[in-house]
């Protein structure tokens, strides 16, 4: 009786493992990282993403519920035809289960609303519309390290406390840009400040010299850069030529990323505010991770490539919690675990797909006060997750009443 017994439970442990393993889709979990491999975005995203996706693959074992992980990567060339091309291309003939990264929003834009069609997942990492959780929310889309109200938070409210009253905003004449000027200009008013004028520049136009020199003249306090690469770097580079910072006027950027940095120098950047969601030297835990990093990439990760590396990770922890791939089923797992790990602190997965974490408002540090390679910033202030991104927006149909 007692071995007809433990055969019986051991028959039922077999089949409980196989149906577990079951519920892994075409026995792989294949996460495609959708990036820029060559343009404008690639240091900060491009390889250096692919390699944080693979470190997570690794980390976790290679394996999930007895089935392998698989990373695959594509350069979408900064065209949303092109993304939305490849994404449909991944979900349908490919059977990628997630969709990573993606730099540019109307970039992103397109990729989310090919997931949202074949019903699979998708997280960005380096596209900071707010629209991805506000209007065009979706449940099978998430935002994982920023977006522009955070950013602008950060930066403007922070630097108006500290005597930054009057702003002049440098901004790309493209969405990215204008969403971050008036989030800005928001928090500006809201805190008493006041916003003294704007002057709107073409994305990657190869001469930003008569805009800053409106700037300049405008003796705004800050010239706040409602832009990303390659335009904000320009425009700090042209700032430091043309004695912005020596005739006491700040800038302060709205998306830099410390790629931007260090291919600038500290003496072209040093005093330049700016507001980010991970800092390499940060603690032990950013340390360990961003050397391992380091000596597979080359330089030290931007917040988007540890963003990649902490959601791909997540996603898979909750592939094994739930016990199965099904996009929905992880997704509401995802945001039951909290996210604490060595990128996010206090993080939080909304029911509008984005997550919440505490950001860092840091200044970069002049050429003598950095003591080895890639110490660049010094920590002004840890700005909560709750008070950087806001509440939910009502125009989300996730949003709970």
Known sequence: MQRVLLAGLAALFA??????????????????????????????????????????????????LGKPIQVISADHQLKPDVAA?????????????????????????????????KKKLFIAHSTGTADFHGKFCSPYTMQWVFDTHALAVGTAQEVVKRGGTSWFFLTADYAFGYSLEKDAS???????????????????????????????????????????????????????EFGIFA???????????????????????????????????MDDKTREWSKRFFAKVGHMPTMWQAGVYSSVMHYLKAIQAAGTDDPLKVAAKMRDMPVEDFFSRNGK?????????DLILVQVKKPEESKYPWDYYQILAHIPGDQAFGPPNPACPLVKG
């Open 186 to 240: 928001d928090v500006i008013k809201a805190n008493g400040g006041t916003v003294v004028g704007a002057v709107r520049h073409p994305f990657r136009t190869p001469d930003l010299s008569s805009f800053i020199l409106q700037a300049q003249a405008s003796k705004a306090k800050i010239i706040g850069l409602a832009s990303g690469p390659p335009d904000n770097v320009n425009a700090i580079k042209l700032g430091g």
């Open 15 to 64: 089949l409980a493992s196989g149906a577990a393993h079951a519920q892994i889709s075409d026995d792989v979990v294949k996460i495609g990282v959708l990036t820029d491999m060559s343009g404008p975005a690639s240091e900060p995203t491009g390889p250096g993403s692919v390699a944080a996706a693979e470190m997570a693959a690794a980390d976790f074992g290679g394996k999930i």
């Open 349 to 357: 997965l909304r029911e509008d797909g984005l997550m919440v974490h």
């Open 247 to 281: 005739g006491g006027q700040q800038m302060a950027g709205l998306l830099v990323l410390i790629t931007d940095i260090h291919g600038l120098g500290l003496k072209a950047a040093q005093g330049l505010v700016l507001t980010t969601s991970f800092y390499w030297d």
């Open 85 to 117: 091309g490849i994404a449909r291309q991944w979900y349908d003939r490919d059977q990628v289960d997630l969709i990573v990264d993606v730099p540019v929003s109307a970039v992103g834009l397109a990729v989310q609303g090919v997931a949202n069609e």
